[in-house]
């Protein structure tokens, strides 16, 4: 059994985490739905999104160093990173000259990508969580389970149970609001108190060379503001031409994502404290990571790097919806994670991912950027087969069907009594248990198909 | 110029098209976006300040030395003190600010600050700010209650107008509501980590 199969396996075995994963992604769908509904012409903004994308990507080395000639000229001081490591290692080395014994930092999904906080933690530098969820997971010792809501995974009362055990002066009442609270009381002196502020950034915007974050808690800006240095590390991707291009891509990243028309904070930083200012960082750094993403650009992913990280693809998934997102195993969940693990974790490792999708093409309708996630799903599965990854029982199987597929006839034959079969094995229209079918009916039922194939439904009409 | 750099930006190359500029300003014409009525602007605004999802409330002021008193009415309507973080800013330290106890730096559990906002945007219920050495950021964050004083002339259409003439801050943000979080189980709580309410104070003159 694979790592994900054996990871979707105990997924699907926790009743828990199917009520959890629903309560918060069917909220999140309800909410898009409204907001698309209610936003004129939607369906061109996704155009305009996905073009403003792609003329970044097509013209991304350019839009590059004028980001870089931009940000310098703000004060920021800006490092390139090609990999993971190197990344971390720019991060730890710009904490160790500042002495920086602990650092807050912000939700960044390219941040996990690299494996900061693991490197932070090498380094002896302790680090605090800001973003809620963050913080609930980093208290459980987990991974983000969605790149929005990273703790989608746990339930009202693990949070609760979690908090009472790890904060100083734990909620009282046993409510959502109570539990927020008892955060706001455990992380606010810790955001104050740090040396250095970690974020990501939304949005890179090229002529002003000012870095974008969004949140709805403020835990940005908390992070951001107090501390003596602030880096920033963000995927070289996220540059926009201009402030003009930025707010298209605002408008339809919290529309796609919460489904409001906007979050509460957005804040485009532009270099360190001026002059006179009474608050803001002493030093600003901006690492652009590449981590695969030029190789991504140059092997037929370009079309991936417009994604904008808004999480509406895994939260209209059906097998998101039903395994969560640790079953994925990488940094990135659902049909975007399908997409990009094998890009950065390797093919052999991830071919799993892109097979666990039913390309029913939800995710490529509701992405405000138009990424043809099935399509590139697709890819992936050729690739896998060209390459020699699936297993051996998958090859005979495909090679068995083909053969017996070019022989009508016999396909005719054999289709029909798997037709005959399935009949006799079903009840009241649902077949509980298929032989050799174990994994499909051990934790929903299989619907009993038609009274004959659709082979011999066509010839019957043909024949009226 | 380090390596890392080099072997990027050779695989992306640094050359752009002679109509690039061109190419960039047309995914900018007539972008879609919600409708506002320019003609009523403060409405517009006011109905946007209103939603669930921003939830400010508000009160309207004729000239600038009506702002305390219009401070001191919301504080005493929530149960608070007459205590006021009150930004470096020369327009509001000529004000009249007795029976307040006033502060200039923000406590880390700070209960109220004023801010002065640049701009109003009608299409979201945006205040728009800028730092500067008269507007610090961090006590906009800390307070439970955040009160906003905005010019009903400086309330404009859309984002777009969000941007200011002149030179680039260091930080340029929006604030368009409270402090909020939907990272349990989805369902909404606001004053996650910064204001809990959001009261702004529209100047008529």
Redesign the interface.
Same mark, same amino acid.
Request: proline residues 9%; without cysteine.
């Given at each position: 059994m694979s790592g994900f199969t054996a990871r979707a396996d105990a997924a699907l075995a926790d009743r828990l985490l199917k009520v959890?994963v629903e309560?918060? #992604?069917?909220?999140?769908e309800a909410k898009r739905a409204v907001a698309v509904h209610?936003?004129?012409?939607?369906e061109?903004?996704r155009d305009?999104a996905a073009?403003?994308k792609d003329?970044v990507v097509a013209?991304?080395?350019?839009y590059?160093?004028q980001f870089e000639s931009s940000a310098i000229a #703000?004060g920021a001081k800006v490092?390139?990173?090609?990999t993971a490591d190197?990344a971390c290692r720019i991060v730890v080395d710009i904490c160790k000259a500042a002495n920086a014994k602990t650092v807050a930092r912000s939700k960044s999904m390219l941040g996990e990508e690299i494996g900061l906080p693991h490197a932070l933690a090498e380094a002896g530098i302790g680090r605090v969580e800001? $973003?809620?969820?963050e913080h &609930?997971i980093q208290l459980a010792d987990e991974r983000p389970s969605h790149i929005i809501?990273? #703790?989608?995974h746990?339930?009202?009362e693990q949070?609760s149970a979690l908090f009472h055990a790890k904060h100083r002066q734990p909620h009282s009442e046993e409510s &959502?609001?109570a539990?927020?609270?008892s955060?706001?009381r455990e992380?606010?002196?810790q955001?104050?108190g740090a040396d250095v502020g970690i974020s990501g950034a939304n949005f890179l915007i090229a002529d002003?060379g000012?870095i974008c974050t969004v949140t709805?808690?403020?835990?940005a800006?908390?992070s951001l503001?107090?501390p003596r240095v602030h880096i920033v590390t963000a995927g070289?991707e996220k540059i926009v031409?201009?402030?003009?291009?930025a &707010?298209?891509m605002?408008?339809m990243l919290a529309r796609s994502a919460?489904g409001? #028309?906007?979050?509460?904070?957005?804040?485009?930083?532009?270099?360190?404290?001026?002059?006179? $200012?009474?608050?803001?960082p002493e030093e600003m750094h901006i690492v652009?990571v590449?981590n695969g993403r030029?190789k991504m650009?140059?092997e037929g992913l370009a079309e991936m790097l417009r994604c904008i990280r808004c999480g509406a693809c895994m939260n209209h998934c059906v097998v998101f919806r039903q395994i969560g997102g640790h079953a994925y195993g990488g940094t990135y969940p659902g049909p975007m994670g399908a997409v990009l693990t094998p890009a950065l974790d390797g093919l052999r490792a991830s071919r799993d991912l892109p097979n666990a999708c039913t390309l029913n093409g939800k995710c490529q309708e509701v992405c405000p950027v138009r990424i043809p996630l099935p399509t590139l799903l697709r890819g992936w599965r050729e690739k896998s087969w060209r390459e020699g990854l699936e297993p051996v029982t998958m090859r005979q199987g495909v090679g068995l069907w083909a053969w017996v597929a070019q022989r009508p006839r016999l396909y005719r034959l054999v289709t029909g009594m798997a037709v005959a079969g399935l009949r006799i094995l079903g009840n009241r229209g649902w077949i509980a248990r298929l032989p050799l079918g174990g994994g499909w009916t051990r934790y929903r039922d299989m619907p009993r198909p038609a009274g004959s194939t659709f082979m011999t439904q066509y010839r019957k009409e043909q024949r009226k | 110029m380090?390596s *890392?750099?080099d *072997?990027? @930006?050779s /695989?992306?190359?640094?050359?752009?098209?002679a109509t690039?500029r061109d190419?960039?300003e047309v @995914? @900018?014409i007539t972008?879609?976006?919600?409708?506002v009525d320019n003609r009523h602007l403060k409405a517009e605004f006011l109905a946007?300040l209103a939603l669930p999802?921003v939830s400010a409330s508000h009160d309207a002021i004729a000239d600038m030395d009506a702002l305390p008193a219009a401070v001191a009415r919301y504080l005493a309507g929530q149960g608070e003190p007459p205590a006021l973080c009150l930004p470096?800013d020369p327009r509001l330290a000529t004000l009249d600010w007795s029976g307040f106890t006033l502060h200039d730096?923000a406590a880390?559990?700070e209960g109220a600050a004023l801010a002065i906002a640049r701009r109003g945007i009608a299409?979201?219920g945006?205040l728009i700010f800028e730092?500067?050495?008269t507007a610090?950021?961090?006590p906009n964050?800390?307070a439970l209650h955040h009160i906003v004083l905005l010019r009903v002339a400086d309330i404009f259409p859309h @984002?777009?107008d *969000?941007?200011l003439p002149g030179p680039?801050? /260091?930080?340029?943000?929006?604030?368009?509501?409270?402090?909020?979080?939907?990272?349990?189980?989805?369902?909404y709580?606001r =004053?996650?980590? =910064?204001?809990r309410f959001l009261h702004v104070i529209l100047l008529r003159a």
């Open positions: 959890a309560r918060t #992604a069917g909220t999140a209610a936003f004129p012409d939607f061109q903004a305009r073009a403003i003329h013209n991304l080395g350019h590059l160093t #703000a490092h390139w990173a090609q190197e800001t $973003d809620l969820a &609930i809501w990273p #703790a989608m746990k339930t009202r949070v &959502i609001a539990m927020a609270e955060a706001r992380l606010r002196s955001m104050l002003t000012a709805n808690e403020g835990n800006e908390l503001v107090p070289i031409p201009s402030m003009g291009h &707010i298209h605002l408008r919460t409001a #028309a906007l979050t509460q904070y957005t804040t485009f930083y532009a270099g360190p404290k001026r002059p006179g $200012d009474r608050d803001g652009l590449d030029t650009r140059e | 380090s *890392a750099r *072997a990027i @930006l /695989r992306l190359g640094t050359a752009a098209p690039l190419e960039a @995914l @900018l972008p879609e976006r919600p409708v946007r999802s470096p730096r880390p559990n299409e979201t945006s730092t500067s050495p610090p950021m961090l964050f800390l @984002l777009e *969000a941007p680039q801050p /260091r930080a340029h943000y929006w604030i368009t509501g409270v402090s909020g979080t939907t990272d349990i189980e989805g369902t709580v =004053g996650a980590h =910064g204001p």
